[in-house]
């Protein structure tokens, strides 16, 4: 599972930003956060604190709470994919287990590359 920090950089405050059509540096400009450091944030990279959280928030015009909301949203979203994986996987030999979580890997990456091509 990502880490906290990871969800609430990349699911919530990058999306927001993103919403907001603002840059990195546009956001760090109205929350006095460096750019360098919000990108940090956004990837999950280094840990925020409440004080750069608020400052986001405001600069974001959006609650912390609908911040951390999305994140445990993501959360709970997540934990039942695995659940439903995991049940789906249960009965299966490991090699069955093995070539299911090979093509799982593949369709992932091909995804990534999807959406880097995009944007």
Request: hydrophobic letters at 35%; one cysteine or more.
């Amino acid at each position: 599972m990502k880490s906290i920090y990871k969800l609430v950089g990349q699911t919530t405050i990058r999306s927001e930003r993103h919403r907001a059509g603002l840059t990195l540096s546009q956001l760090a400009a109205l929350t006095s956060i460096s750019a360098p450091f919000i990108g940090y944030i956004e990837r999950g990279e280094k840990k925020l604190s409440l004080n750069s959280l608020e400052k986001i928030a405001n600069g974001l015009n959006v609650p912390i709470s609908n911040l951390l909301k999305k994140s445990t949203e993501q959360t709970r979203s997540c934990d039942n994919a695995m659940n439903q994986v995991n049940s789906m996987l249960c009965d299966k030999s490991p090699a069955q287990q093995k070539k299911v979580i090979d093509i799982v890997k593949l369709i992932n990456r091909k995804v990534y590359q999807y959406e880097k091509s995009i944007h």
